[in-house]
DNA sequence: CAATTTCTAAGACAAGTGCTTTAGCAAGTC
DNA sequence: GACTTGCTAAAGCACTTGTCTTAGAAATTG
């Protein structure tokens, strides 16, 4: 079997053993055995160490996800933004479509779905590979094209909604991704680019325009 | 010291390093160490293991957040559930306030935030304590009482809102709570009042419903 | 007071951890 | 052919893990 191979091999264990045990569970060995090498320390020498196995995963699925997302902005850009909700809507849609497409994609992908919402909830935790994700080409720009949808308190401290977007949308797929194959997926997408542009459209309520101009800025929230 | 307090001096220290490394992160001695026993399972014997650990924090707190909300619920009903969006705030208040008064509760509060998002992310793995947050009557009952109130499309599967919305809320006070020692909370709880009700009341768009009318109910979706 | 229960201290145990080292194998390269 | 290179096998390192045992201190009870 061919180094390469091997390094395919190590991947997928670690991807499965990551999701069924958190990032965390299991041990470099246990990865190794599971690959089906006898060798203990073949995780190490490809990868080093855990954070670079988790980036190698990470890394091998946004090769889809990127251009997937990228593609969807592009078209939503060549058409120009209408705005209000239907152009919001079809923001929430590029935001959700390519990771959700991860749910049919029986090679990691659910797996994928369920690491990196972890990554997402603790990210002091996996701080280079939750630095990666969200300076990804795609999010950048996503987040720069949805901004002006936004209600302008909605952008700012205590509570950027672009953010709590996300962390619910990969907190959803995860999940999904757990509760085993499910032949079709496009319904429950659609519900969720719905909930994601809920999300961001919220109308602030009277309640909480109460208390923004009732206190100051509160200067602990940066 | 008397048995009682040590009891209390490994919960406290269990749940600050549940908090920072994950439940699943810390060892039974870090943990009988940090609450400053020479001891090394005293932590076994007064809880046992992990899990039983884990239990006990869980119910300290919810010591304090089950009557809050079932006080909020019985005012609500006392009132009478006033139909359409303003309803559905106020019960989106009776799920967020209890919970995000945590936040300022500075005896483990903010920790036990945390520790809730995770029980309620990875639910297999802390499949007891996840039942038993599940299970606290304030929580029946708000399942209950919201249901009217939803689309009909939100409720079943693919993707039950109730549930998500509560995933959604435990997230991002856990999100909250890690970024450490806001004086006031009560803007953020007001916003996260809004998200909450957002997702509950979202509206099934076009698309969606295209989606439900075409394809038949999906079997696998229980 | 004595007896009993409750709790902490201290240590030992096998098993498992990340990591390193050494050896061997199978290709390519000169 | 000799030799370097890429990879796997196997074992060993110091250390940590959960669990168990034994002993002694302290509080509670008779």
Redesign the pocket.
């Known amino acids: 079997?061919?180094?390469?191979?091997?390094?395919r091999?190590?991947l997928l264990a670690a991807e499965r053993l990551f999701a069924a045990g958190g990032i965390d569970g299991?041990?470099?060995?246990?990865?190794?055995k599971a690959a089906?090498?006898?060798?203990?320390?073949?995780?190490?020498?490809?990868f080093?160490?855990?954070q670079s196995v988790l980036a190698a995963i990470i890394d091998r699925h946004h090769r889809d996800v990127e251009p997937h997302r990228l593609g969807l902005l592009d078209t939503l850009e060549l058409d120009g933004e209408p705005p209000g909700e239907s152009g919001l809507r079809e923001l929430a849609a590029a935001l959700v479509l390519p990771q959700a497409a991860r749910l049919d994609h029986h090679d990691g992908g659910p797996e994928y779905l369920q690491i990196i919402a972890e990554v997402t909830a603790r990210p002091e935790r996996f701080a280079a590979s939750f630095a990666a994700v969200s300076a990804a080409p795609s999010m950048v720009r996503w987040r720069a094209l949805v901004t002006p949808f936004l209600p302008p308190a909605a952008v700012g401290p205590p509570l950027h909604r672009r953010f709590a977007a996300i962390r619910f949308l990969n907190g959803e797929l995860a999940t999904r991704a757990r509760e085993h194959h499910r032949p079709d997926h496009r319904l429950f997408a659609s519900h969720l680019v719905d909930l994601v542009t809920a999300i961001l459209a919220a109308p602030v309520s009277a309640q909480t325009s109460r208390h923004i101009h009732s206190s100051p800025p509160n200067p602990a929230d940066r």
């Open positions: 079997m061919s180094g390469e191979d091997t390094r091999d190590l299991p041990s470099m060995r246990e990865i190794s089906g090498q006898l060798n203990t320390s073949a995780l190490q020498y490809h080093g160490d855990r």
